[in-house]
């Protein structure tokens, strides 16, 4: 691709300052300490209707001054202002398009197919990098070839780019990334802008699943982890996570639903290798989610009596006795029973 340069560049208006509105990364080499070409990466960005934030993110990813930078952008047929915007920065652009797709995945996927990166990622377009992260991600690489899952922190920003939090993940093993209740819920999550993985382990394990709508990303990485995919981790922000009012991820108990559904296909396999006595906790632990806390929810929902619920969720324990196993099983009863007590 043609190397990007800030005064090349679309002006912004006069209340776009700082990155990447008036600042590009600069004196990054050019080459590894050895001489040899930096490794490529292909960045993808799938978008729809994202015309307020999109051009942030165009810029934070060709102002990289990264050399060896593929970036595609799948459009899914935009209505609002996005392919004006696209169209800008075409000359930097290897690839874009906007056409219908069958969802954010689909498009994810076409950006993929088309990749030729050692290094790839997807980045939405309402998201952005920070400056450095492609050469950080590339470093990190090359220091440690056999790595296939980067991760480095991400930054929360609110609609207007204020940072409002950060998350750095913690999760090397696959037995961890499945484990929804003590690991992922418990703020050792991946959020998805900071990751980075190689195109060698996207052939093993394949492409986004596209039935999936919410936790595709989620879904990917646990089929790396289970791949045999190694983690590697980068102590410095990469990216920006922001939250705004329209994002599917607001979408919390949606969210929750294909998280598990994505779990119950790995945990129930006995095909996936996992200790037998870990098997059983996660089991129990969701059992107890999608069974027993969906038994008393809709017993509550229905206002039954309280023996009435009492005995509804006594019988979904007898139909799975697994959620006796369950640390939050265990945890209600017996907060229950102090109470009866006291």
Same mark, same amino acid.
């Given at each position: ?12 208006? #006069?209340?776009? @300052? ?9 004196? =990054? ?8 070409? =930096? ?13 307020? %934030? ?21 459009? !899914?047929?935009?209505? $609002? ?19 219908? $797709? ?8 076409? !950006?993929?197919? +088309? ?12 998201? /952005?990098? *920070?400056?450095?992260? =492609? ?8 220091? %440690? ?18 940072? @409002? ?5 913690? &999760?090397? +093993? %696959?037995?961890?990334?499945?484990? =929804? ?27 986004? +699943? ?13 089929? &790396? ?19 705004? #009012? ?20 790995? @945990?129930?396999?006995?095909? @996936?290798?996992?200790? *037998?006595?870990?098997?059983? /906790? *996660? ?15 809709? #017993? ?22 697994? &959620?006796?196993?369950? /640390?939050?099983?265990?945890? +209600? ?6 109470? *009866?007590?006291?």
């Amino acid at each position: 691709m043609i190397c990007a340069n800030l005064p090349e560049f679309p002006s912004p208006s #006069s209340s776009k @300052i700082g990155w990447p509105w008036t600042e590009q990364t600069e004196g =990054l080499p050019q080459n590894m300490s050895d001489g040899s070409e =930096l490794p490529m990466i292909s960045i993808v960005t799938p978008s729809y209707n994202q015309g307020q %934030f999109i051009e942030e993110t165009i810029r934070s990813v060709l102002l990289q001054g990264y050399p060896n930078l593929e970036y595609i952008i799948i459009d !899914g047929g935009s209505t $609002d202002n996005s392919v004006e915007i696209i169209k800008k920065y075409d000359k930097w652009i290897t690839y874009w398009v906007s056409e219908p $797709d069958r969802g954010q995945a689909h498009g994810i996927n076409k !950006g993929l197919e +088309r990749a030729t990166g050692e290094i790839l990622a997807y980045l939405n377009s309402d998201d /952005y990098y *920070l400056p450095g992260a =492609l050469w950080k991600v590339a470093e990190h690489w090359c220091q %440690f070839p056999q790595t296939d899952l980067i991760h480095g922190r991400c930054r929360y920003v609110n609609e207007q780019g204020d940072k @409002i939090g950060e998350q750095f993940g913690n &999760i090397t +093993r %696959f037995d961890e990334i499945i484990d =929804l209740w003590d690991v992922w819920w418990k703020q050792r999550q991946f959020v998805q802008p900071e990751v980075f993985w190689t195109k060698r382990i996207k052939d093993k394990v394949g492409l986004f +699943r596209e039935e999936l709508f919410y936790a595709m990303d989620y879904d990917y990485w646990c089929r &790396i982890l289970n791949g045999g995919g190694i983690v590697g981790t980068i102590n410095e922000e990469l990216s920006c996570f922001r939250f705004a #009012s329209h994002q599917k991820s607001n979408h919390r108990e949606d969210v929750a639903n294909e998280l598990l559904h994505i779990v119950s296909s790995f @945990i129930w396999d006995d095909a @996936i290798p996992l200790p *037998l006595q870990r098997r059983l /906790y *996660l089991q129990s632990q969701w059992l107890y989610q999608s069974v027993f806390l969906k038994e008393v929810e809709k #017993s509550v929902k229905g206002n039954d009596s309280t023996k009435v619920r009492w005995l509804k969720s006594s019988l979904a324990v007898l139909r799975y006795p697994k &959620i006796l196993l369950s /640390y939050h099983f265990r945890s +209600r009863i017996k907060a229950l029973l102090q109470r *009866l007590i006291n």
